[in-house]
Each structure stands twice: as structure tokens, then as C-alpha cells.
């Protein structure tokens, strides 16, 4: 694919981001997203299939997006806890900068069937692991506690950003004024690192093995 019609592709998919994030994605038409691009209604689908591949194109590219971030960062931050809170802060700046693409990917996306694919689910679980990994790192560092699994803890950081982000996206009674952003970033990162920091004579305790005592 040449340069022009990555360009046209990425207006497509900046559009049906727009059209999607203002009116839901089921009450929309794949002609109201070519409107919206500037483009003959013909010539979306030269380069997607349906609305739904639009979707879920969105959701591939700007998911890889965040992958290809946590492994920049892998290689810039060495301390594990700094490069957490980069995650988180990166997080939270994209949806700062770009709410309407965060709105499709927390409330648009989960509710479609194809998403649900050992392909997609492949993509969507490679997050989990490298923040895993990245516990697991601070484990070994001396500086997450050793009482937390690593899995755990990563379900609790994303259930953390995306119940966060939801709050922002759909809760009309929400007081964006009353609970700024990043006074909440500041108190959600306290939070967790008092649950998740290793503390001065913890035991030397793994999650496996607290997981076996319960079964006996």
C-alpha cells in the first residue's frame, strides 16, 4: 500500500473514530463515516470490508500503537516502578489528547461479537503481559511485594485506568471540574503503589505459595 492511500486509509479510520465517539457505533452508517472523511462512499471499501472491520481495524492499530510504546519504553526505563507510571501516564495523556479514540476503545469495541477472536484476544492479552512483566521485574528488583501476583496486578492496573476513563467518556454526572484528571492520575498511582510496594520486613512470601497453603 503506498503512501497516498495510507493517507486516505488513516482519514477513513480518524473519521469513523469521530462519527462513532458523537453518535455510538450502532447508530451509525458507513456513509456517514465517508461524509465525514471527504471520500466517494464507493471508495471506503476499497480499503475495509464493513463497519465492523472499521472497528476493529481501529482498535488494532491504536492498540499496537500502545504495544509498540511499552516496548520503547522497556528499553529507555530501566527501574520498573518508573516505567509503570509511563505506562499509566501514557494512558491517560492519549486519552487527554484524544478522547473520542479512547471512547471507542472502552465503550465500542468490547461490544462487538468479532472482536471476541483468538487473533484479537491474542493482540488485546499482549498488554496484560507486558505489564505482568513488568511486575514481575519489580519483584525480583526487591520493589513490588512478592505477596501479589503479577497477573493480578495487572488486571487491577487496567480495571484501575479503565474504570477511570469510563467515568470521564460516560458518566454524565460526572464533575469533570471537581475531579480533574491528573489530580485523580496523582491519587490512583499513590494507590496503588502503597498496595503493590514491597513494605520494610514483608515476609518472603510468593503468590504461589500462598495460593498452596490456602489448599491444604
Known amino acids: 500500500m503506498n503512501e497516498k492511500s495510507l493517507s486516505k486509509r488513516n482519514v477513513i479510520l480518524n473519521a469513523a473514530i469521530k ?6 457505533y450502532h447508530f451509525c452508517r458507513t456513509l456517514d463515516i465517508s461524509d465525514e472523511a471527504g471520500v466517494a462512499y464507493g471508495s471506503l471499501y476499497h480499503y475495509f470490508k464493513s463497519k465492523d472491520d472499521i472497528l476493529l481495524s481501529i482498535f488494532r492499530e491504536r492498540w499496537k500503537y500502545l504495544l509498540a510504546t511499552m516496548d520503547r519504553l522497556e528499553g529507555e526505563i530501566d527501574d520498573p516502578e518508573k516505567r509503570l507510571i509511563a505506562v499509566f ?5 492519549s486519552y487527554e489528547s484524544y478522547p473520542d479514540m479512547m471512547k471507542v476503545l472502552i465503550m465500542d469495541v468490547p461490544r462487538l461479537k468479532q472482536f471476541y477472536t483468538p487473533e484479537n484476544w491474542k ?3 499482549r498488554f496484560f503481559t507486558g505489564v505482568a512483566e513488568i511486575f514481575r521485574e519489580g519483584q525480583e528488583k526487591g520493589i513490588f511485594s512478592r505477596q501479589i501476583s503479577p497477573v493480578t496486578a495487572s488486571f487491577v ?14 458518566n454524565p454526572e460526572f464533575n469533570h471540574d471537581q475531579y480533574p484528571l491528573r489530580e485523580i492520575k496523582k491519587q490512583i498511582i499513590t494507590l496503588l503503589k502503597r498496595g503493590v510496594m514491597e513494605k520494610p520486613n514483608e515476609p518472603e512470601k510468593t503468590a504461589a505459595k500462598i495460593l498452596k497453603a490456602r489448599q491444604k
Open 19 to 24: 462519527v462513532f465517539a458523537e453518535r455510538g
Open 89 to 93: 501516564d501514557y494512558i491517560f495523556s
Open 123 to 125: 493482540l488485546y492479552n
Open 157 to 170: 492496573f487496567y480495571g484501575t485506568v479503565d474504570t477511570t476513563i469510563r467515568q470521564y467518556v460516560y
